[in-house]
C-alpha cells in the first residue's frame, strides 16, 4: 500500500484516463488534481471541444438551415442519443429520450405516472433523499390538492444504520401508496438500490415505481427495460461527462407507450416529427418516449453528449463496473491502512456489490467544509463535503486512477 504499488497498479489498469482533460492541482506537488468529485462535475472528455466548435460552425454557415443540413442535423439530434442512452440503462432505444434536465423530467414523468386515486395517494422516498427530489414529490402533492406533509412517506434507516434495507422499503410499500421514488445509487452514501426487488413489490402493492438514476446512470449496470422499471431520469453531467448544465435523459417503460390514457404535458416537440411543421391545432405524439418531449432541444448543451456517451460504448458497461469495483475496493484498503484508525467511518456498504463508484467518509466533529478545502489547497485532491460531517470520493471508472485514490487516503491522514 505505497506509491509505487499504486503507479504499478495504474500501469496496468489505466481505464480510458488518457481521453480526458485532468484539471490541474491548486496545491501540493502532483500538477494534475485527484479528480474524485466526478459523481458532481464529470471531467471534460477530450474530443467534445471540436464537436461543439462543429455546432458553432453549423450556425455560423448555415443558420436556420442546421436544422436539416448540420454535419449532425440538429432536428434529430436528440434521437441520435437515444441509442447510447438507452444501452447505458438497459433500455431499448424507444423508451429513452434526451430532454430539458432531471428534476424538470421527474415533474414531466410524474404528471404521468403520479396519479394519485382514492385512498391511494402516498408518495415513498427515503429521507436522505436529494433535496430537489424532495421539493419536487412534495410540489406533485400539492398539485393534486393533497397535504405534501401526509402525501409524502420519508422512509430512515433503522437506528444506528446509515443505509435503508431493502426489505424495509418493501415492507413500507402498501395499497395506500401511489408512487415509489428512490434513488438507484444513493447520493451521499453511494449505496447501491435492489432495483428489481423493489420494483417487483411496489407493482405487486399496486404502486407504480419510478428511479433517480442521477448517480446511477455510467455508475452501475442498469437493465430497466427487464426490471420492469415504470420510469427513470438521470442526468449526464454526473458519470456521463457530458457538460455542466447537459440535458437530461428519461425513460418510459415500453409497456406505457402510446398508451392513449396516460397524460402528458404536451409541446409541439412532443409530436410526430413527420407532423411537427403541419402546425395542426392537436398533437399526434409517436408511441415512444419522445413523446414525452416539450420544447425545442438546446443543441450546443447536447453537442458534447455523443462523444461523451461513446466512451462508454467503447469501454462497455460491466468491463467498466469491474473496474470501478477495484478502484474502490483499493480505495476502501487505502482509507483502512493509512488513515489512522477510528478517526474516520465509512458509511458506504463494504460490500462491493452494494455500493457504486464512492466512499463516503463520516468525521465525526470536523469541520468538512474547511477540512476540504485544505485537501484541494494543500494536497490537490478535489473531495465533496457534506455537512455536517460527510466527504465523499468518488473514483470514477473511466479515469480516476488508483494514484488518486493513494493521494487521496495519504491527504487525508495528513490534514486530520
Ligand atoms: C444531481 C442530482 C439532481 C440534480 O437535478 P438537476 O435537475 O439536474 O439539477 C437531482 N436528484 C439527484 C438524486 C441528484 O443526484
Known amino acids: 500500500m505505497d506509491e509505487s504499488d499504486a503507479l504499478r497498479r495504474d500501469a496496468g489498469d489505466p481505464g480510458h484516463r488518457a481521453a480526458f482533460l485532468i484539471p490541474p492541482a491548486h496545491g501540493g506537488r502532483y500538477p494534475d488534481s485527484a479528480y474524485l468529485v466526478g459523481n458532481s462535475l464529470g471531467l471534460q472528455p477530450r474530443s467534445v471541444r471540436a464537436e461543439l466548435l462543429a455546432h458553432m460552425d453549423d450556425w455560423a454557415t448555415l443558420g436556420v438551415e442546421g436544422w436539416t443540413e448540420a ?105 395506500r401508496v401511489a408512487l415509489v421514488l428512490l434513488a438507484g445509487v444513493h447520493y451521499l452514501t453511494g449505496t447501491v438500490a435492489d432495483i428489481p426487488a423493489i420494483t417487483a413489490a411496489g407493482h405487486a402493492a399496486g404502486a407504480v415505481v419510478g428511479w433517480d438514476l442521477a448517480h446511477a446512470a455510467g455508475n452501475v449496470e442498469l437493465r430497466l427495460h427487464d426490471w420492469d422499471v415504470d420510469f427513470a431520469a ?6 456521463l461527462n457530458s457538460g455542466p448544465g447537459s440535458p437530461g435523459s428519461a425513460f418510459v417503460h415500453a409497456r406505457h407507450l402510446g398508451d392513449p390514457s396516460i397524460a402528458r404535458l404536451d409541446g409541439w416537440w412532443g409530436t410526430e416529427a413527420a407532423t411537427r411543421f403541419d402546425m395542426a ?53 487505502a482509507v483502512d491502512a493509512i488513515v489512522p484508525a477510528g478517526r474516520v467511518e465509512v458509511l ?68 486530520l
Open 71 to 175: 454535419h449532425a442535423p440538429w432536428e434529430s439530434l436528440p434521437q441520435r442519443l437515444a441509442g447510447p442512452s438507452a444501452r447505458l440503462v438497459g433500455a431499448r432505444p424507444e423508451e429513452t429520450v434526451v430532454m430539458n434536465t432531471l428534476t424538470v423530467n421527474l415533474h414531466l414523468l410524474m404528471i404521468s405516472f403520479y396519479r394519485p386515486a382514492g385512498t391511494r395517494t402516498r408518495i415513498v422516498i427515503e429521507d436522505a433523499a436529494f433535496p430537489s427530489d424532495s421539493y419536487a414529490v412534495r410540489s406533485q402533492a400539492v398539485l393534486h390538492g393533497l397535504d405534501p406533509d401526509t402525501t409524502v412517506v420519508r422512509l430512515r434507516p433503522r437506528d444506528g444504520e446509515d443505509v435503508l434495507r431493502t426489505e424495509d422499503v418493501i415492507a413500507a410499500i402498501d395499497d
Open 281 to 333: 391545432p392537436v398533437s399526434r405524439p409517436p408511441a415512444t418516449a419522445d413523446a414525452w418531449q416539450v420544447s425545442t432541444p438546446q443543441i450546443l448543451a447536447l453537442a458534447p453528449m455523443a462523444g461523451a456517451l461513446a466512451l462508454f460504448d467503447e469501454a462497455g458497461m460491466p468491463v467498466l463496473r469491474a473496474r470501478s469495483r477495484r478502484l474502490t475496493g483499493y480505495l476502501l484498503d
Open 348 to 415: 458506504t456498504p463494504r460490500d462491493p456489490e452494494r455500493r457504486g463508484a464512492q466512499l463516503s467518509l463520516r468525521l465525526p466533529g470536523q469541520d468538512v467544509g474547511e477540512l476540504a478545502k485544505r485537501l484541494r489547497f494543500g494536497h490537490g485532491v478535489l473531495t465533496d463535503s457534506r455537512r455536517p460531517d460527510v466527504i465523499r470520493l468518488a473514483p470514477v471508472p473511466l479515469y480516476s486512477s488508483y494514484h488518486d485514490c493513494w493521494r487521496a487516503a495519504t491527504a487525508l491522514a495528513a490534514v
Open 234 to 239: 438521470w442526468c449526464n453531467y454526473k458519470f
